[in-house]
């Protein structure tokens, strides 16, 4: 069954289009903090087994403690708790990056993330190695180096009695040509 004839049901409507999950950057921000904070408030539990002293001659008894440890702010949990894709992120700064006020609050965020990861690191939080790639802090020096040394090849073709025809110098991927 279709709809009636002459149907004006879509003139009830006073918007076209879904309504945008953040209408505003206050809305973002928002958002973002009720992540903050739920992350704050759910640790992540470590179970250990503690001994602990009695008096009796029975001497120490063991138990099990749960130990909260700190949660990182991540992207990734960002939009799992917004229910949203991390390419739906992606796209939503691309398509903001011309407000402003988007703008602030989209680095903002960012920095937050940023901050709490590397400050979570430096205070042994979080295991340092992990935490230094994943916000591009590596010592890229040495990678540096050996890009450097393979940098450029070079084809030499020689005669028989030593005389050079051919000596020319190619960029890394046709290495296969020496």
């Known amino acids: 069954m279709g709809f009636k004839t ?15 999950r953040f209408a505003t950057p206050q809305a ?7 992540y903050f904070e739920w992350v704050d ?5 470590k179970t250990e087994h503690r001994i ?5 001659a029975q001497g120490a008894q063991t ?3 749960d130990l909260p440890l700190i949660r990182p702010y991540t992207l990734s949990g960002l939009c799992a708790y917004w229910r949203v894709s991390q390419s739906y992120w992606r796209k939503f700064k691309e398509s903001k990056r011309d407000d402003e006020s988007f ?20 205070l042994g939080y979080f295991n340092a190695n992990i935490i230094t790639r994943e916000l591009g802090l590596q010592n890229r020096q040495r990678r540096d180096e050996q ?5 450029r090849a070079l084809v ?15 960029p890394p991927f046709m290495n296969h040509l020496n």
């Open 103 to 122: 703008q602030w609050a989209i680095n903002r965020i960012k920095d937050v993330i940023y901050s709490q990861k590397f400050e979570g690191a430096v």
């Open 41 to 45: 408030q759910n640790p992540w539990m």
């Open 156 to 170: 030499r073709r020689e005669q028989s009695n030593g005389d050079i025809i051919l000596e020319m110098e190619y």
């Open 147 to 151: 890009l450097q040394q393979k940098q």
């Open 63 to 65: 138990c099990l403690i």
């Open 52 to 56: 602990r002293p009695t008096t009796s």
């Open 28 to 34: 973002l921000w928002q958002a973002a903090t009720d």
């Open 6 to 20: 002459a149907n004006q049901a879509w003139r009830l409507r006073h918007t076209t289009g879904r309504t945008p």
